[in-house]
């Protein structure tokens, strides 16, 4: 006697565009494990743990921990560079310019606050890899970029003849990059505020005076 035959059930399709809106999702919830753990300390479980999924589960959208930091520091890097290019091709005077790229600078902790903090505590170990090598020409062209400038304005007298601008790129670089610490996206201040702020300080200590 044959059998009824039954009808084939297809697996529904997920919406469009409900991949990559989970693939972000995933990739800012690692951003934030690597960032607050580490990334030699973090596993594809814990940020399957933090996902409220399997690890397994975490494989069909990235094949390693390695793909998912890359992708992480590329996105924040590219959107990072497309910000200072426009600054840096705007033809504006050098205090304007730092003025800008400051700005910028904490707009991108505004936005990639876990990606900044990851750069900053595992960029020198990162860069010596083969596979994050875009990290150590991304560091050469951001000096190049504050270096000249730094140098254009103590060549227009704008910034003070006797300021040593390798030390000031180091520490407008670094009192920048530091605020992803303590930086919340949502606080008081928004980021053009805190810009306002640390450029009224660092300012008045290199420009000349009058």
Excluded: C
């Amino acid at each position: 006697m044959p059998t009824k035959k039954q009808p084939q059930v297809t697996a529904a399709k997920p919406a469009a565009g409900a991949a990559p809106a989970r693939r972000r999702e995933l990739l800012g919830i690692a951003a934030e494990v690597f960032a607050e753990q580490g990334y030699n300390a973090t596993t594809v479980r814990k940020i399957a743990d933090h996902a409220g999924m399997l690890a397994g589960s975490l494989y069909y959208h990235f094949d390693s921990k390695e793909s998912m930091l890359e992708e992480i520091l590329r996105s924040f890097l590219d959107e990072l560079w497309n910000g200072y290019d426009a600054v840096l091709e705007a033809g504006l005077g050098p205090r304007e310019t730092l003025e800008a790229l400051v700005t910028e600078s904490f707009r991108e902790i505004d936005r990639h606050r876990a990606a900044v903090a990851i750069y900053q505590k595992e960029n020198r170990q990162l860069a010596a890899q083969e596979r994050f090598a875009f990290l150590a020409e991304s560091q050469r062209r951001f000096e190049k970029a504050w270096l000249a400038t730094l140098e254009r304005g103590v060549a227009a007298e704008v910034f003070r003849a006797d300021l040593d601008v390798r030390l000031t790129y180091r520490f407008v670089r670094d009192t920048v990059w530091v605020a992803a610490s303590w930086y919340r996206p949502g606080g008081q201040h928004s980021p053009e505020e805190i810009a306002r702020q640390y450029l009224s300080m660092v300012l008045d200590g290199i420009a000349v005076r009058e």
